[in-house]
């Protein structure tokens, strides 16, 4: 792709760089996304049904056995191009942070270490009366499994819908769009709130957005520059444009 030149520039120039991205991100790596419209999660499946806390009271192991095929998915499945080259972009950056929806934790995988994880993780299963992260647990064949610390039904740390976001996450992530040069919108459909206010955060704060995107979304009109197509191929070609130093 011929990137437009000031972009470049400015991406050259920058100190501070704020990254959001969603499941878009790892549609390469087969994870699928939620909304896109044939092979989303939320086409096939019915969220209140999966992924609130009311519905894990009326069916815990319905929404157990869910989740845990989803972990089997995404610990099958390995980081693309796009996480790689969010390494090499924070190898580059003094003042770097990566704010993500996933919870599939490829981020973390491929190497990245300023993660913000705003929606959880599939990986972590915490207790639902308790809200404590548990590690380990008898193995009962009871599905889900119980809490070893008050017998409580275990569930995956996550966020549902309903649920209230993790504060401390949540209010880094507004500081870290609020205090960038330039902000990355990648592979999201900006439709789930707080999240898709943060390129809003940015913008108002003097930030150059970008989105990334197969399609258009409520941002596209919005971003300053607007890069389409998959993110597994145009992050590391912008990576090579911009600091075509060789070490990637
Ligand atoms: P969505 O499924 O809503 O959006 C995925 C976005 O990625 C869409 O805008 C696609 O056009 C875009 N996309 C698909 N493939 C791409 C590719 N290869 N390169 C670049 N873009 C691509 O997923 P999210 O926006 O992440 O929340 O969804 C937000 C939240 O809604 C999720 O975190 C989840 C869901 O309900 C919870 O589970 C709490």
């Known amino acids: 792709m011929n990137f437009p030149p000031r972009l470049i520039v400015l991406l050259k ?8 991205t969603g499941a878009g991100v790892s549609a390469e790596s087969g994870v699928p996304t939620f909304r896109d419209a044939q092979t989303g999660l939320w086409a096939e499946f019915k969220p209140e049904e999966l992924a609130t806390p009311s519905a894990f009271r009326r069916n815990p192991r319905l929404v157990w056995e869910w989740y845990a095929w989803r972990r089997k998915l995404v610990a099958e499945a390995k980081p693309n191009a796009a996480h790689i080259a969010l390494i090499e ?6 003042d770097f942070t990566l704010i993500t929806q996933n919870v599939d934790d490829l981020h973390r995988r491929a190497g990245s270490v300023n993660v913000i ?4 993780n599939i990986t ?4 639902f009366d308790e809200n404590l992260l548990m590690t380990t647990w008898a193995d009962t ?12 039904l275990l569930r995956p740390d996550v966020v549902w819908f309903e649920e209230a976001m993790p504060e401390e996450e949540t209010a880094r992530a ?8 330039v902000f990355l919108c990648i592979g999201t459909s900006s439709v789930v709130y707080p999240a898709a206010s943060l390129p809003f955060e940015a913008l108002e704060n003097g930030a150059i957005v970008v989105e990334i995107n197969t ?21 590391p070609e912008l990576i090579r444009t911009v600091w075509s130093d060789g070490g990637f």
């Open 215 to 235: 399609e258009p979304t409520q941002l596209t009109g919005k971003a300053d520059y607007v890069l389409s197509g998959p993110a597994g191929i145009l992050l």
């Open 124 to 127: 972590r299963t915490k207790c």
């Open 13 to 20: 120039a920058a100190e501070r760089i704020t990254v959001l």
């Open 141 to 152: 064949g009871e599905v889900p499994p119980r809490c070893p610390r008050c017998g409580g």
């Open 117 to 120: 994880e705003l929606h959880g």
């Open 89 to 94: 972009m924070e190898k580059r950056i003094p």
């Open 174 to 181: 507004f500081g870290r769009s609020a205090n960038c040069d």
